[in-house]
């Protein structure tokens, strides 16, 4: 059982950055994919962005390529999401996920993760 925690999450002005952390409670925790996914209030859970296990492969979604970058220290069983950037619309509950093994095309599929944290709220002020 993996745990996770996210954190780092808060309010920020247009344009700002904010980084989030998670935090795992395995020691695997370099066996595992790792993403990041927001869900607005009245929305689903979209997919952020994903990296795989030795941090060499990054996968993000169109609307945060290029603002947000993931990544990963696995001595320290943590991962990042940096954001820079933010827009009003990036405003949702973040959350962090594990996978033992998802393929690159489903990466993206919340269905597709094992584990999840409890989430932080990010809220982007215009």
């Known amino acids: 059982q993996v745990q996770l925690v996210e954190s780092g999450g808060g309010l920020v002005q247009a344009g700002g950055s904010l980084r989030l952390s998670c935090a795992a409670s395995e020691r695997t925790f370099s066996n595992y994919v790792l993403g990041w996914f927001r869900q607005a209030p009245g929305k689903e859970r979209e997919f952020v962005a994903a990296?795989?296990?030795?941090?060499?492969?990054?996968y993000y979604a169109d609307s945060v390529k290029g603002r947000f970058t993931i990544s990963r220290d696995n001595a320290k069983n943590t991962a990042y999401l940096q954001m820079n950037s933010l827009k009003p619309e990036d405003t949702a509950v973040y959350f962090c996920a594990a996978a033992r093994s998802v393929i690159t095309t489903s990466i993206g599929s919340p269905g597709r993760y094992n584990y999840w944290g409890q989430g932080t709220q990010v809220t982007v002020s215009s």
């Open positions: 990296i795989g296990w030795s941090g060499g492969d990054t």
